[in-house]
């Protein structure tokens, strides 16, 4: 049974920083690609930042560009989101999600991710609030 856990959310002045945590079990951590997305209140969910199975590639949305870093250990099954100058527009629930890997026609896995909002597996999310 796969098991995505996200931890490390609260609530922080504008200007600070958190550091998100996600743990993910009853998969195989690096045939997924692993994406951050958020649902501020009473808004769509959007992608904020994802990372390849590898951790070599990684992309961001414009509004958190420069701001967050993604990471993830494999060897710990963990994927970070490190926030820093948080705004109060980053106010929101914050998901961890799994994306299986795309492997081309000899099994190698393609090195690269997207933002899309569609994946396997999901966490219940964390709470991410910023105070002015």
């Known amino acids: 049974q796969v098991q995505v856990v996200e931890s490390g959310g609260g609530l922080v002045q504008a200007g600070g920083s958190l550091r998100l945590s996600c743990t993910a079990s009853g998969l195989t951590f690096d045939d997924y690609i692993m994406v951050w997305s958020r649902q501020p209140p009473g808004k769509e969910r959007e992608g904020v930042s994802c990372?390849?199975?590898?951790?070599?590639?990684?992309l961001y949305a414009d509004s958190v560009k420069g701001r967050f870093t993604i990471s993830r250990d494999n060897t710990k099954n963990t994927l970070y989101l490190q926030m820093n100058s948080l705004k109060v527009e980053d106010t929101a629930m914050y998901y961890c999600?799994?994306?299986?890997?795309?492997?081309?026609?000899?099994?190698?896995?393609?090195?690269?991710?997207?933002?899309?909002?569609?994946?396997?597996?999901w966490g219940q999310g964390t709470q991410v609030t910023v105070s002015s």
């Open positions: 999600a799994a994306r299986r890997v795309r492997r081309s026609v000899t099994g190698s896995k393609y090195e690269d991710c997207t933002l899309a909002t569609d994946s396997d597996y």
């Open positions: 990372v390849s199975w590898s951790g070599r590639s990684t």
